[in-house]
């Protein structure tokens, strides 16, 4: 069986995203992530975007973020520790993007999950797999009565 | 009233690869390879009957299809290679009775893992990709 050009490439990208996946949690700079896509930096990052609907490091940074989520849900570290555990280099640009990407501060979501009571019941697998927002769903809001939505997480009854 | 699952259907860009990768690297056995004819829908002919599956679960086949016609048409083919290129289809969730062992096993034999494995409420997991590009999740599950 022939590989079509355009899978070829698909291939190569989806090796690129399985890096960031994978190792989030290093330093990864663009070069590296191009490399592993066999790309130069300009034409991986438009070629990325075409294929994921974002830059490379738009992606990374979700991820980060996703992973962050988990551990403020699950795990007994400070966000501090969780900041520098899932790649971020200051804990100023983590919250910023964290903010940006689920709507309330770090601490406020662990409050929250908290309060809401332990993790939800999906596999990890999923939730690594599935949880990276998509633009449409990034974005949580607090409604007027305090609550907390986070869309992205709304998505659990959907398999 | 439903008893079981007995096959199911991945997508793999290359059934002689994909031969390889799940008897190879994985351990699976091959449960069938060949080729179906169909004398009267010339177009139908050809086609390609590769089911692998777990040792210790002889009665599950796992079709491992390429996608294209007759299964599906020339379109729908296209669009499920870019799909399973792009790394967007889970396969499933295999077992295993040592999650750190197997991951270590699967690793030397050159198996992309996405996820180290990871203590969970329900197990201990790792995820992994086929050379496809179906990731799969690799679970010790608890109490079993």
């Known amino acids: ?159 | 009233m439903i008893t079981g699952l007995s096959h199911t259907t991945v997508w793999v860009l290359d059934q002689n690869s994909a031969k390889k990768f799940y008897t190879e690297k994985l351990g699976f056995d091959v449960r069938d390879d060949t080729v179906m004819t169909n004398e009267y829908m010339p177009g139908t002919s050809g086609f390609r009957w590769l089911t692998v599956g777990p040792k210790q679960q002889p009665d599950l086949r796992m079709l491992l299809a390429e996608p294209k016609p007759p299964m599906v048409d020339e379109e729908a083919a296209k669009a499920i290679r870019a799909l399973v290129a792009k790394g967007a289809f889970g396969a499933g969730v295999l077992d295993t009775d040592d999650c750190r062992k197997t991951y270590e096993d699967l690793r030397k034999k050159g198996v992309q893992f996405l996820q180290e494995p990871a203590d969970r409420p329900y197990g201990v997991e790792a995820v992994f990709r086929d050379d496809s590009g179906n990731w799969y999740s690799l679970t010790e599950r608890k109490g079993r």
């Open chain 1, 1 to 159: 069986m022939t590989t079509a050009p355009d899978v070829e490439r698909l291939v190569n990208l989806r090796a690129a995203k399985d890096l960031m996946d994978r190792s989030y949690s290093e330093e990864l700079d663009l070069d590296a992530i191009a490399g592993e896509a066999g790309y130069s930096r300009f034409h991986f990052v438009r070629s990325f975007r075409d294929t994921y609907g974002r830059t490379p490091r738009a992606y990374l940074s979700e991820r980060r973020i996703e992973r962050a989520r988990e551990l403020l849900r699950t795990a007994n570290l400070t966000v501090t520790e969780i900041c520098y555990l899932v790649g971020f280099s200051s804990l100023g640009s983590f919250s910023a993007r964290f903010k940006e990407n689920v709507g309330v501060s770090p601490s406020e979501y662990r409050e929250h999950e908290i309060a809401r009571g332990g993790p939800p019941p999906i596999p990890g697998c999923f939730v690594l797999m599935w949880s990276t927002p998509t633009p449409q769903l990034r974005r949580s809001r607090r409604r007027q009565d305090g609550h907390i939505v986070d869309r992205t997480m709304s998505r659990r009854g959907e398999p």
